[in-house]
């Protein structure tokens, strides 16, 4: 997402606005300036000039930055689960690969990966692309991998009244990889699993098998 072309400020402290998607989450309430006055100060802390050229632009661009990575912070998540289509299937639906990228809330550090979706539905099915959305727009908050893995299980469960669901999120931790014990190409796995995928142990190694499935 970039800096939208049609900005409609409203207010002097809120003056971001991305494209005029619906299904894009917007925060309204971050404060771009006290971001911006924060970033100095983190520059001067550092030793750095932040009135040298190549930083003049930094502070605002952060700000951009950091209200587009936590544009999901106030909005409901839920809502791209509204509508819903009555079908008598009542198979597995798997949404595998959906990448993401959040920011890890200890350090403020981006951590991406892969969700993977799947419940079994009762008589309700939501169009594919909208389990996407909630992942997107759960990711765009200060989050542990944990949190989000559990959130989007039980928003599913819940909106869609599933009989199963199971999330299984993969992904690389900036504050692995980067900083602390350094260990580039390490990866975090975590699951949550609802329902008959929780209960039942055959439906949960089928699951898992179309997870884990090559190819
Ligand atoms: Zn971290």
Redesign the pocket.
């Known amino acids: 997402m970039h800096e939208s072309a049609t900005e409609t400020p409203s207010n002097g402290s809120s003056d971001h606005r991305f494209f005029a998607d619906p299904n894009e989450p917007r925060n309204d309430s971050v404060d771009l300036k006290a971001i911006e006055a924060a970033v100095r100060v983190i520059l001067g802390a550092v030793g750095e000039d932040p009135d040298r050229e190549g930083l003049l632009e930094t502070p605002a661009r952060v700000a951009r930055m950091y209200a587009e990575m936590f544009a999901g912070l106030k909005s409901d998540p839920g809502r791209h689960l509204a509508k819903v289509f009555t079908e008598n299937y009542d198979e597995i639906v798997l949404v595998r690969d959906i990448s993401f990228c959040s920011m ?1 809330e ?2 403020l ?1 981006p951590f991406t990966g892969k969700a993977h979706i799947a419940y079994l539905p009762s008589g309700k099915v939501v169009g594919l692309s909208k389990l996407a959305r909630v992942v997107e727009e759960v990711a765009r908050r200060p989050q542990v991998q944990e949190r989000l893995t559990q959130t989007v299980a039980d928003l599913i469960e819940d909106r869609l009244s599933a009989r199963g669901v199971a999330v299984v999120v993969e992904s690389t ?1 900036s ?1 692995m990889t980067m900083r602390g014990v350094r260990k580039p190409g390490s990866l975090c796995l975590t699951s949550a699993m609802r329902g008959a995928f929780r209960d039942d142990p055959m439906s949960r190694a089928e699951v898992l098998g179309l997870i884990n499935r090559v190819g």
């Open positions: 890890c200890h350090h550090l931790h504050c």
